[in-house]
């Protein structure tokens, strides 16, 4: 299993190196230096969750879904800094940083960047990389994974286009007794005319001295106004078979006519074949697929805010066998909220 892994560590690293060979796409820069952006998000919805046939009622009606701090600026050249808080997410023994998404320092120099944190963990797919005010339902492993952990990482931009990024961050399922437990993270991310990739490989420790391996596929295409994102994931640990016993694929196809409105459809799948206590996000014994769509629609579109509508729904069958998990086989999920987004203000560097 060790050597797949790092065939597969090494296959994404040529994958980026290799992508150096071709002309990539220049990143624009601003011509002015933010030394300080302040901006705030927030979504309520309406939902109603039907299991069967029968309502949910601990999960249906009004509810605040979202209320997000962002700041974020450079305090001297090549010295930025980042912080999201959100007011929504409960603390456990008291822990200010539990609510805290990210928080970190970022030193740029030549193309390398120094970061350290709280920090989002790096593993690919365009569903994981997704504000989660943005997502109506998740995959099973996506709405699993405690994706925001401390941390330290080191990225190289290889082309303007392509960037490898390694990470040592606190394991995603570390608990309070027990923090002394790591994740190491490597992925690329790259841009290439209508293809987009996020990429990675990672091993993270589910318990003391034992861990599972991912491999993440995130593949994006856009072409005009339709978007194609199709996300692959692999997990493994040992004495289990490496390949596709436990895996996730995410699909979601978009369409935005005008920028006043969007359509997306989108379907999941997850799967748990095995025999082993590994995988804590998708539970031995599932077998469990998604489909559903949503719409949205923008009225007000300006340069310091926006506002979205937006009616979802959703139905999830197969074999879930965690009960924690909002969609069961026979389940309907019904989604309809506003959310806004406004950027308060900005300070500029003279």
């Known amino acids: 299993m060790k050597s797949i892994y790092l065939a597969a560590a090494a296959l994404l690293c040529s994958a980026a190196i290799a992508s150096a060979q071709e002309a990539g796409s220049t990143v624009s820069q601003d011509s ?31 509810e605040g879904k979202y209320l997000m701090l962002k700041l974020d600026g450079e305090i001297v050249p090549g010295l930025k800094y980042a912080w999201r808080q959100r007011f929504n997410k409960s603390v456990v023994d008291g822990n200010f940083f539990d609510a805290t998404d990210w928080i970190n320092l970022t030193y ?32 099973l492993f ?24 390694f990470q040592v961050s606190q394991s995603m399922f570390h608990s309070p007794g027990n923090r002394n437990m790591y994740s190491y993270n490597l992925m690329w991310a ?4 209508l293809y987009s990739s996020l990429w990675s490989v990672n091993l993270a420790e589910y318990a003391k001295g034992r861990y599972i391996s991912y491999i993440a596929l995130g593949n994006q295409f856009e072409l005009g106004p339709v978007t194609l994102q199709l996300d692959f994931m692999n997990r493994a640990a040992s004495h289990q078979a490496y390949l ?20 997306h459809a989108k379907m999941t799948y997850d799967v748990n074949r095995t025999n082993t206590a590994a995988d804590l996000c998708v ?36 074999r ?14 019904l989604s309809c909220g ?8 900005k300070l500029y560097r003279k």
């Open 190 to 193: 790259g841009r290439h005319g």
């Open 320 to 333: 879930n066998t965690n009960a924690g998990d909002l969609l069961h086989n026979k389940s309907t999920f």
């Open 244 to 263: 596709f016993r436990d895996c996730s694929v995410m699909g979601d196809l978009s369409y935005a006519p005008s920028d006043h409105w969007r359509i």
């Open 283 to 318: 539970l031995p014994g599932t077998e469990f697929k998604m489909a559903g769509g949503a719409v949205e629609f923008f009225p007000l579109r300006k340069k310091r805010t926006s506002l979205r509508l937006h009616a979802g729904c959703y139905y999830g069958w197969g």
């Open 108 to 139: 740029s120099t030549h193309n390398f960047e120094f970061s350290a944190g709280k920090q989002i963990v790096g593993i690919g797919g365009y569903e994981y990389d997704l504000n989660p005010a943005d997502v109506y339902s998740y995959s």
């Open 338 to 345: 506003v959310t806004w987004d406004m950027n308060l203000f």
């Open 32 to 62: 002015k230096t933010e030394l300080l952006n302040v901006d705030v998000k927030a979504r309520a919805d309406w939902q109603g969750l039907w299991d069967d046939g029968n309502t949910n009622d601990a999960n249906t009606g009004f």
């Open 142 to 165: 996506t709405q699993n994974i405690a994706c925001y952990q401390f941390g330290a990482s080191v990225a190289y931009n290889v082309t303007p286009a392509d960037k490898l990024m």
